[in-house]
């Protein structure tokens, strides 16, 4: 069990599951070295930064899980949209490969 002290809410007031998370991973995983890997390529690196972006993060790696990170199918469009506008062709599908 994890105790916080403010609970997050999105724009129409509900629970912002996303933020949720983020903050109780963030407090279980205090202390321990994150797994961080940097992206390789020229499309990861775009990738990794939209969802850096998306999410509202400072860094993403290769290896980390969009909805385990916070994401949802609402940013999962968002994330597909800004990936075809920077020349990337990404399916739904291949976003929700991530989820594994």
Do not use: C
């Amino acid at each position: 069990m994890v105790a916080v002290e403010k609970i997050a809410r999105n724009a129409e007031g509900g629970i912002d599951r996303g933020a949720v998370e983020r903050m109780v991973g963030q407090r279980e995983t205090a202390g321990a070295e994150p797994e961080y890997a940097a992206a390789r390529t020229e499309v990861e690196k775009i990738l990794s930064g939209i969802w850096a972006g998306v999410l509202n993060l400072e860094q993403v790696g290769i290896h980390d899980n969009f909805f385990k990170l916070g994401g949802d199918s609402i940013l999962s469009i968002q994330v597909i949209a800004r990936a075809r506008q920077a020349g990337v062709e990404l399916t739904p599908r291949q976003l929700l490969r991530s989820r594994r």
